[in-house]
Nanobody
Framework: VQLVESGGGLVQPGGSVRLSCTGS????????IGWFRQAPGKEREWTAC????????YYSDSVKGRFTASRDSAKNTVYLQMTTLKAEDTAVYYC????????????????????????WGQGTRVTVSS
């Protein structure tokens, strides 16, 4: 199982960017995918979780209404569309998978904890600055 993120870069405040998370060794259609981010000097924080096709998608309060997760089955890729970007969105963004997680709706919201995800990409950096 491998995950590769791409799409980061320098973006102006108020701008948009789309991150990609391409899986190999498994189908992103069959498992939930999590997005996390780590800002400079801060701990990694959960950002979004997209379930398999029939399940819910959740977002952290800090990105709700601005970020949208989606998947492209043909490309075995999950996207994170980020809009109305703010300086505080500057971070390295990671996607994660766990082959025992299909839905993002476990009791205790375990999917928000990075320790409950087994596979991680290398991360892609997003810098929001003018």
């Amino acid at each position: 199982v491998q995950l590769v993120e791409s799409g980061g870069g320098l973006v102006q405040p108020g701008g948009s960017v789309r991150l990609s998370c391409t899986g190999s060794g498994f189908s992103v259609d069959d498992y939930a995918i999590g997005w996390f981010r780590q800002a400079p000097g801060k701990e990694r924080e959960w950002t979004a979780c997209i379930s398999t096709r029939s399940g819910p998608t959740y977002y952290s309060d800090s990105v709700k209404g601005r970020f949208t997760a989606s998947r492209d089955s043909a490309k075995n890729t999950v996207y994170l569309q980020m809009t109305t970007l703010k300086a505080e969105d500057t971070a390295v963004y990671y996607c994660a998978a766990d082959l025992e997680r299909v839905y993002c709706s476990e009791s205790g919201l375990k999917f928000r904890r990075g320790s409950t995800w087994s596979y991680w990409g290398q991360g892609t950096r997003v810098t929001v600055s003018s």
